[in-house]
């Protein structure tokens, strides 16, 4: 593991960064790993409060991160070569908001110094989502939220 670069973001495209970067920019809030569901008459994404079964939501975080795409089928893989197709993450995502210019979050752990900062903000999806496994399919439904979509704490 190498040192990173002082405020990175701020100067690095996210296509230029080093993977290590990539991965560091991520906020640990896990709305990426909340289950959606596309109205297909539309094309519009709408996201339920219900997890990936790999997610371990007591800390926001993939129990199996390296293996993920084999695992879940749909699991979508944040690309830093696709900055372009970062929009149906939420708009207090760390991607979306470089992609769009918008820079971090006061309360991002680059800034804060503190991976516990993204839960104390009320950004993440700790203490507000259930596992998948807890919900038949047919009750996705009934679980549709807009929580994740909106903008949580400084923008």
């Not at 690309?79 to 929009?87: C, G, K, S, V």
């Not at 210019?101 to 516990?116: F, K, N, Y």
């Amino acid at each position: 593991m190498t040192a990173l670069r002082h405020r990175f973001w701020e100067s690095v495209t996210l296509a230029a960064m080093t993977s290590e970067e990539w991965e560091a920019l991520c906020d640990g809030c896990a709305k990426c790993c909340l289950v959606k569901l596309e109205d297909a008459d539309d094309g519009i994404v709408y996201f339920t409060d219900i997890h990936c079964h790999l997610l371990d939501s007591a800390v926001c975080r993939c129990r199996d991160y390296a293996r993920r795409n084999e695992r879940v089928a749909g699991c979508v893989r944040v690309r830093q070569d696709r900055p372009e197709r970062l929009a149906w993450l939420p708009t207090s995502c760390s991607y979306r908001r470089l992609a769009e210019g918008r820079g971090l979050p006061g309360w991002h752990h680059l800034i804060t110094g503190d991976r516990a900062s993204v839960h104390e903000a009320g950004a993440s999806i700790r203490g507000r989502a259930t596992d998948e496994v807890a919900v038949p399919v047919d009750e996705f439904e009934d679980h549709l939220v807009d929580w994740p979509v909106t903008e949580t704490g400084d923008g």
